[in-house]
């Protein structure tokens, strides 16, 4: 399914995977990237592979982000993730299509891919090529800070919270390139960890946009994001009845509820809105926090 919820942690701290795995996230992401420091991969490394191999995360989809395609560490990485049940690999600095295809074969076999396609400046022009690539992506997701970073910039967003321009333009094209590709777009993260309000606005913007989850770095900010990334009852309700209202009408490519015309495009809506909730019911009837 499609996350919801995708908690970081980082790979050097294993007293914090077992607590994140409980945290109620769709998915947990065990970094080796950015949040070890050089000196500490090889340990990062061991201990994901230690809690992989206890299969404590079974119940959850387990995501190893591992380090970029042109570093040393990346092949290492790598060696720690086959054998063992992952739901997907997250790919950091990926420079579209042909970053995924590299890393596909080095694997050697066919996991999804959650590739960070707008981390640098040149990645950006690449973002089209994921429509490519579709049957082997788990979504598309993008990177403000690293991105902010590489452009020189001081900060990733304004002093009212807002994203800087340059950034804004990242975070739409990722959009765009997701539902080109036709999988997840996956809402980059909220990094002030005690301002929830600011999160808040943040996810329930980027739902009702289209994004499809957000990311998450502290366990406080899982309920919010899954709140806002899961249908309402009144979505569900008004799903149900422009679902019914077509089937009423066999044959007609439009309806009218409420006065207002609705045709094919409100119809496929409708039923991703019923299908989520379904899935997300059968999920937690399954594996009940």
């Known amino acids: 399914m499609k996350p919801r919820s995708l908690l970081f942690v980082p790979g050097d701290r294993p007293e ?19 949040s070890v420091a050089p000196a500490i991969k090889g340990y990062a490394r061991q201990s994901v592979a230690d809690f992989l191999n206890r299969g404590i995360a079974n119940e959850i989809d387990v995501i190893v982000r591992i380090n970029a395609l042109d570093t040393n560490d990346c092949r290492q990485d790598i060696d720690i993730i086959r054998g063992n049940r992952i739901a997907a690999i997250m790919l950091p600095k990926s420079e579209g299509a042909t970053s995924v295809v590299e890393l596909l074969q080095m694997l050697e076999v066919d996991i999804p891919i959650l590739p960070i ?4 400046p040149s990645s950006l022009f690449s973002l089209g090529s994921y429509a490519n690539i579709t049957k082997h992506l788990l979504g598309i997701t993008w990177g403000a800070e690293d991105l902010a970073a590489a452009l020189g910039s001081a900060s990733s967003r304004a002093s009212d919270g807002r994203l800087l321009s340059p950034l804004e333009t990242a975070r739409n094209l990722t959009l765009f ?11 980059t993260v909220y990094a002030n960890v005690p301002d929830l309000d600011g999160l808040a606005v943040t996810a329930l913007r980027a739902a009702s946009e289209g994004f499809a989850g957000m990311m998450a770095i502290h366990p406080s900010q899982v309920p919010i994001i899954n709140t806002v990334f899961s249908p309402t009852d009144a979505q569900v309700s008004d799903a149900e009845e422009i679902i ?13 509820r409420n006065g207002r015309m609705l045709d094919g495009p409100h119809l496929k809506q409708a039923q991703e809105i019923i299908a989520r909730a379904r899935k997300l019911r059968n999920r937690t009837n399954q594996f009940p926090r």
């Open 117 to 120: 396609a707008a981390e640098t």
């Open 244 to 256: 019914a209202l077509f089937d009423n009408n066999p044959g007609s490519g439009v309806v009218v």
């Open 177 to 187: 390139a997701a539902r080109a590709a036709e999988t997840a777009a996956i809402e």
């Open 16 to 34: 914090r995977m077992e607590k994140a795995v409980k945290a109620g996230a769709d998915a947990v992401i065990l970094d080796l990237e950015d």
